[in-house]
């Protein structure tokens, strides 16, 4: 979104781009909360990695694959909403470390589960972990942007993305030659956010005493009720597409090349950290455009742009996998930093209600989504799957009926 059309929708957020007198920690911040994004997504990030294990370990059956997925999303999408609406009457920083203690006991339950019950509450306690994160750390991002939402939304996000990438990595030379209770090994990882976070949290109480006599973040939306209402309802269905195609990848990708290529685990680790290294990247690159050509602009790109390559990638050789993949995961993820953004927006001062209700959506209808394609799978196979899948940016012509931030006519 361009500063112009950022400033004619929330001109009231005056408060949030003066300067400040702890403005000289801003990009110390975004980068602070981007990186413990990247331990927290790395962490939850094992739990699909090593998929492949589980099944053969436990004698699962793809439903149950899409069951733990399932579990962990839904959890993360029905408590992200509450917890960002209850966020932004009161702000709680020092929630975060909390959140991440509850990710630290779900990946010691996932390394030492001794039925697939276990597996399911280990799960669950990751996703609830997720729910706590996510409106928070959100915040914090754009308090500390100075004005470019865009960018400090992409530098936040990508620090998920490239844990959700290195997640299959570390899972392949990590966990799987040493075996199921090396997950536990990854607690380090959560103890060092949880002490980053408490830092964090420090931060956002001095910043709260140096701003609490500006005024308050204005909350009139830009267009009326029923246009907001109308196009949040278009948001969620582009980030319902977004994530359905992401869930088949982050699913099922590893069996889908080891069925259909005849790889081993390793190999197919690597691959999957190709299309994921891709989507980081993507998302770094989504908002700082947004920013300068507008939120709108790069939906329509991502969406519609990503149709040739996931149709192409079910009819193609091993050759070209990678290339395909990397090219959807780069075009598809750009869209979900202009997508908050642009949602923030048409809902000014509630950040981290929207940071719950799109963070939530996606991990909602992606866990749906994975236990839908499981059942599928066990009936028709995997490649079916992704034969299905390859149509769904087609729903990307719903940008059109998007308001134009600029114009609040209507």
């Given amino acids: 979104m361009s500063q112009a059309g950022l400033s004619h929708t929330v001109g009231t957020m005056d408060a949030e781009r003066r300067p400040t007198s702890v403005e000289q920690t801003t990009y110390s911040i975004i980068l602070a909360v981007s990186f413990c994004h990247f331990l927290n997504d790395m962490m939850q990030a094992l739990l699909p990695a090593i998929y492949p294990m589980l099944k053969a370990d436990y004698g699962l059956a793809f439903w149950q694959i899409g069951l733990l997925t399932l579990t962990f999303q839904v959890t993360a999408s029905i408590l992200q909403p509450l917890i960002g609406f209850y966020t932004d009457k009161r702000p709680m920083p020092y929630s975060l470390p909390v959140?991440?203690?509850?990710?630290?006991?779900?990946?010691?339950?996932?390394?030492?589960?001794?039925?697939?019950?276990?597996?399911?509450?280990?799960?669950?306690l990751i996703g609830f972990g997720s729910a706590v994160f996510h409106p928070e750390s959100s915040r914090m991002a754009r308090f500390a942007s100075g004005g470019r939402f865009g960018l400090a939304q992409s530098l936040f996000q990508v620090g998920g993305n490239v844990g959700t990438a290195i997640g299959p990595l570390l899972a392949a030379f990590i966990v799987v030659p040493r075996g199921q209770g090396s997950v536990a090994w990854f607690s380090v990882a959560a103890i060092t956010a949880m002490v980053i976070l408490w830092q964090v949290g420090n931060w956002y109480s001095r910043y709260r005493i140096a701003n609490a006599g500006r005024p308050v973040a204005s909350r009139v939306m830009p267009f009326s009720r029923n246009k907001v209402v109308a196009a949040l309802a278009i948001l969620a269905l582009l980030v319902f597409?977004?994530?359905?195609?992401?869930?088949?990848?982050?699913?099922?990708?590893?069996?889908?090349?080891?069925?259909?290529?005849?790889?081993?685990?390793?190999?197919?680790?690597?691959?999957?950290?190709?299309?994921?290294?891709?989507?980081?990247?993507?998302?770094?690159?989504?908002?700082?455009?947004?920013?300068?050509?507008?939120?709108?602009?790069?939906?329509?790109?991502?969406?519609?742009?990503?149709?040739?390559?996931?149709?192409?990638?079910?009819?193609?050789?091993?050759?070209?996998?990678?290339?395909l993949t990397a090219a959807i995961g780069l075009i598809l993820a750009s869209a979900f930093p202009a997508i908050v953004v642009f949602a923030q927006e048409l809902l000014p001062g509630r950040v981290g209600l929207v940071a719950g209700l799109f963070f939530g959506f996606a991990f909602g209808m992606g866990g749906i989504a994975a236990a839908v394609l499981g059942v599928v799978a066990d009936a028709r196979g995997v490649e079916f799957v992704f034969r299905i899948c390859s149509y769904l940016p087609l729903l990307g012509l719903l940008t059109i009926f998007l308001p134009t931030m600029g114009d609040k006519a209507g």
């Fill in 241 to 323: 597409t977004k994530n359905i195609y992401m869930a088949s990848i982050t699913s099922y990708y590893t069996f889908y090349v080891m069925a259909r290529f005849g790889v081993d685990i390793s190999q197919a680790q690597v691959l999957l950290f190709v299309f994921l290294g891709a989507a980081a990247l993507g998302t770094v690159l989504g908002g700082p455009i947004g920013d300068r050509y507008g939120s709108k602009f790069v939906i329509w790109f991502s969406i519609l742009g990503v149709l040739p390559f996931t149709l192409a990638l079910p009819y193609v050789d091993l050759s070209w996998t990678p290339f």
């Fill in 99 to 124: 959140g991440m203690a509850s990710t630290l006991i779900g990946l010691v339950l996932l390394a030492h589960a001794a039925s697939y019950p276990f597996l399911l509450v280990g799960a669950a």
